[in-house]
């Protein structure tokens, strides 16, 4: 699937990081690394310089990020990608299922879609970690 097909517009594209960044703010900081990876994700989706200016602006100024879709395929691009990043590091917390409930509310995707995508997500890191296990018995 190509992100630029889904996220064809400019503000899709930049609403589609800033909803990462709230992420990561939710249970703490944007570090540098995290910072960079959203900066080189910013250029992979051809932003300009003034966009890419503007994420920065996002991680620093402390303001709550509005984030805006246009199609309901980009709002659940969004969350897919978004459910699957909160479960990159095997931890699904407290404060992120809650930032993500919030952002689901503002961009108005309904509870049983988010949902739907948290228990999809799930399923994928119960298949990884049994891989892990015949990989271990074998």
């Known amino acids: 699937m190509d992100v630029k097909e889904i996220l064809q517009t400019k503000e899709g594209r ?6 990462l960044i709230r ?14 990876f959203y900066r080189q994700a910013a250029v992979a989706l051809e932003l300009g310089e003034e966009e890419i200016l503007d994420l920065e602006k996002v991680k620093s100024d402390g303001q709550e990020i509005m984030l805006a879709f246009e199609t309901d395929r980009e709002k659940m691009f969004f969350l897919i990608q978004a459910v699957q990043l909160c479960w990159v ?14 952002i ?3 961009i108005d995707i309904s509870e049983e879609a988010l949902r739907e995508v948290e228990a999809w997500a ?13 990989l271990e018995l074998h």
């Open 14 to 19: 930049v609403s589609f990081l800033k909803g």
């Open 104 to 106: 689901c509310k503002q």
């Open 122 to 134: 799930q399923e994928g890191v119960e298949w990884n970690k049994r891989g892990e296990a015949l």
């Open 89 to 102: 590091d095997n931890n699904y917390s407290e404060a992120e299922k809650k930032e993500l409930r919030s």
């Open 23 to 36: 992420l990561a703010n939710a249970d703490g900081i944007v570090d540098e690394s995290e910072f960079a």
